[in-house]
């Protein structure tokens, strides 16, 4: 069978079911790994301007668009807001401006709210809305959204999120906010799908990958899209880029699926509850006086 290598947001925007995340990735390796990976057939980059290297991933866009021959639009490009631009309608919009700038774009393909920052998440939605409504988006959504976020943003919202981005891997489920979200058609993307390179010598995993002579990397990368996720494993190297794209030509069984699962922890990074959002505004000034370089 031939296993579509994209999907359909709620908005009908197809948007591929593998990208390139580059957190933690350094402006200067971060141009080379866009342009690196598009040559090795990645359309979907994932970026914040919390990364800070939101211009190094429009550098890498131009030279990859100009090694390859690729469009604008053949590209599927994710950036987010950042929380310190959260709250005020006016500051978020011209900080948007200032990320496509960043970007060498006219538009996202997909922007997202990094945080559901306390108190101001469903303000900074209408001005997404907004966004979306003039064309600097084709698709808006949330990240690190749960149950709780989600169902106080569907009261207030206009549009639907298309996506919500949530760290998910054989380690931390979330497994309420993923049912919320299967439910309203919601579309999950994993960041970390890799355990942030954690995860890579797991035994019960490495022996699922040797019947399959595949890679623990690749089995991960099939578990997260065998549940529906997009995912956006970051790399360095071209080697392993291509690996985490190969990944359609096998599937794991219903009893595979599950002894992975069974690795379930339900622990978020070690560094995830120091920036717990939700009614944490202390905790976000901390985070935003720590990053309002960006
Ligand atoms: P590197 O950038 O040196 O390739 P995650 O996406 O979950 O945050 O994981 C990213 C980490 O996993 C990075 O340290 C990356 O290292 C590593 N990594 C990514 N792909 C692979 C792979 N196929 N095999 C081994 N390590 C990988």
């Known amino acids: 069978m031939d296993e579509s290598k994209s999907i359909k947001l709620n908005n009908g925007l197809t948007m591929p079911k593998v990208g390139l995340g580059v957190w933690k990735s350094s402006n200067e390796e971060t141009s080379n790994m866009v342009a ?28 990859g668009m100009q090694k390859t021959g690729l469009n604008r639009s053949d590209l599927f490009l994710t950036t987010k807001i950042f929380n310190g631009d959260q709250g005020n309608y006016d500051k978020l919009r011209e900080a948007v401006n200032g990320q496509l700038k960043r970007l060498q774009t006219d538009y996202v393909d997909l922007l997202l709210l990094h945080w559901p920052v306390f108190d101001k998440y469903t303000e900074s939605w209408r001005a997404l809305e907004d966004i979306y409504h003039d ?59 890799l355990g942030n390179g954690q995860l890579l010598s797991e035994p019960v995993i490495k022996k699922i990958a040797d019947d399959h002579d595949k890679s623990v990397a690749q089995v991960e990368l099939r578990w997260e899209l065998q549940q529906g996720f997009v995912v956006i494993p970051k790399s360095t190297h071209a080697e392993r880029m291509r690996e985490n794209m190969d990944v359609f030509n096998f599937t794991l069984t219903p009893d595979e699926m599950e002894a992975i699962a069974e690795l379930d922890q339900e622990k978020h990074s070690i560094w995830y509850d120091k920036f717990k959002w939700s009614g944490n505004p202390d905790g976000v000034d901390d985070y935003i006086a720590k990053t309002n370089a960006f």
């Open 36 to 63: 690196t990976a598009m040559e090795n057939g990645y359309r979907l980059f994932d970026t914040a301007k919390q990364y800070g290297n939101e211009a190094a991933v429009g550098a890498g866009l131009t030279s």
């Open 135 to 193: 064309g600097q988006a084709k698709a808006i959504g949330v990240c690190n959204f749960n149950v709780e976020h989600l169902t106080n943003l569907l009261d207030h919202a206009r549009i639907k999120p298309m996506v919500n981005q949530i760290e998910f891997n054989p380690r931390i489920h979330q497994p309420d906010t993923v049912a919320f979200c299967q439910g309203n058609a919601i579309q999950l993307e994993a960041w970390s799908p």
